[in-house]
């Protein structure tokens, strides 16, 4: 059977018989990708669409970027080998060169770094066994709202407890943390609130009576993805690297998502100015093929040989397509373009929370954006937050698809519609992007409320 000039109907329908339950996107966006380009992708009745998800935030130069594209076809046309597990090869050190040369000297100069297997999720387990390792420690800091994967560790780490329901087994000893999010403060006081968070893991970690063994690690984002686009202040991540090092906590930073000039920093650890103990980097650090990694200080180096492995550590074509990624990152400076561009999408997500009470809450940073959506009509808590309403960013979701506009969504409840472009999206797409989402809450609104005049509210 043939599937070249197949419908997306007939490929959604066999996708269905087929594949597992547990398969996601497909429910919210009901479309096959024939074609794909930069910022584009083309389904299979024709269609074409802005990508604002881009494989979770993976695609930092979009689809089948020209580096790329160059970067794989010259390592296949050379007859390297595919991949070689840890053996070493002329296109693995230039990659490592590329990428210590893109991090801060301080961290770069003692780092070692060690090749995972594929997805983020098993950086952050390897991360979780070096810092057992190093320390001798069992406890766990993580941070609620936080996510680092769906594996055993990870799974712990994860703030969201409706995937943990149904099974046993993940990684005990985990103690979450409160992270600064205004909007739904953990201690109901707002924008002040990072101050009361940093204070209170400064108190916890000086109380002998806390309830848990000293801590192997902490493991924070610097920016929570799928969390809901929460970027919390520069002040509180010092605080952050101010209090592990007082107490001898190695900080792990979990870039997987953030990393690489998405919000508008090459890492987003440097806005802070600070020098974490570890890094986990996945996603776009192998340009678009699968590929994670850990860097962490030298210190820490005590595991022995074969503690962590995996059959495709060695993804030899995505070494040579993150190399080509990241020296195109940072010869065209796309940090700052990022930045750039999430200013003027903000604009049109501000517009909207502006103009329609039910979006609840705009933020993030450089092209790591959100807009909350709430239930306007129920009674807000003390500092003026709606609930969140899921219904309605799905039906926001599902407006811009039928717009032409892909999009994610998170954040608590799944009520966060989140923007994830690639960075190479240009001003004028980004002002599509921004008027599509505001048409979309125009007509999701009209649709939960009847609107004037046929169901149709203005954006």
């Known amino acids: 059977m043939t599937y ?20 996601s996107y497909p429910r919210y966006l009901p479309m096959a990708i024939r074609e794909a380009n930069g910022v584009e992708v083309t389904d299979a009745d024709g269609n074409t669409y802005y990508d604002c998800l881009a494989g979770a935030g993976t695609l930092h130069l979009g689809h089948n970027h020209p580096v790329v594209v160059e970067a794989i076809e010259d390592a296949m ?23 210590y040369d893109s991090l801060p000297d301080e961290f770069a100069d003692t780092a070692k770094i060690q090749f995972c297997s594929p997805a983020g999720t098993d950086a952050i387990e390897a991360a979780l066994k070096l810092t057992k390792t ?16 769906m594996t055993h560790g990870a799974l712990g780490l994860m703030g969201d407890t409706e995937p943990k329901e149904d099974i046993g087994g993940a990684m005990e000893n ?65 605080e952050m690297r101010r209090i592990t090092r007082r107490h001898d906590v190695p900080l792990v930073v979990d870039e ?6 998405r919000t508008g920093d090459l890492y987003d650890f440097q806005r802070a100015g600070i020098t974490p103990d570890v890094v986990t980097l996945s996603k776009a650090v192998g340009g678009g093929l699968p590929l994670s ?19 495709f550590r060695g993804n030899q074509l995505a070494m040579a397509a993150g190399k080509a990624t990241i020296e195109y990152i940072v010869e065209e400076d796309l940090p700052s373009h990022a930045d750039e561009m999430g200013a003027v999408l903000r604009t049109h997500l501000d517009a909207a929370a502006d103009r329609f009470p039910e979006v609840g809450d705009v933020r993030g940073k450089g092209l790591m954006l959100g807009a909350e959506m709430v239930d306007a009509s129920a009674d807000p808590d003390s500092l003026g937050a709606h609930p969140p309403d899921a219904d309605l960013a799905e039906t926001v979701q599902s407006e811009c698809f039928d717009r032409g506009l892909i999009v994610e969504r998170g954040g608590r409840e799944g009520a966060t519609v989140r923007f994830l472009p690639p960075l190479i999206v240009s001003k004028g797409q980004i002002e599509d992007i921004g008027r599509i989402f505001r048409e979309a809450v125009a007509e999701a609104i009209a649709e939960r409320n009847g609107g004037p005049e046929g169901g149709h509210v203005s954006p």
């Open 174 to 238: 985990v103690h979450h943390l409160p992270y600064p999010y205004p909007y739904r403060c953990p201690f109901g006081i707002g924008e002040e609130g990072h101050e009361v968070a940093s204070e209170y893991v400064e108190r916890l970690l000086a109380d002998s009576e806390r309830g848990f063994t000293d801590p192997a690690a902490m493991v924070l984002e610097p920016v929570q993805g799928e969390g809901g686009s929460i970027a919390p202040p520069a002040e509180w991540l010092r």
């Open 77 to 99: 046309a050379a007859d390297r080998p595919m991949h070689t597990l840890d053996v070493t090869t002329p296109i693995k050190e230039a990659f490592v060169d590329t990428l």
């Open 4 to 23: 070249a000039d197949a419908s997306n109907d007939r490929l959604l329908a066999k996708q269905a018989d087929r594949e597992s339950n547990a398969r």
């Open 293 to 311: 990694v850990v860097l962490y200080d030298e210190e820490y180096d005590d595991w022995e040989s074969g503690a962590h492995a995996g059959t």
């Open 256 to 261: 997987i998502q953030s990393g690489l000039g």
């Open 134 to 149: 190093a320390t001798g420690n069992r406890s766990v800091l993580s941070f609620r709202g936080g996510y680092h994967g």
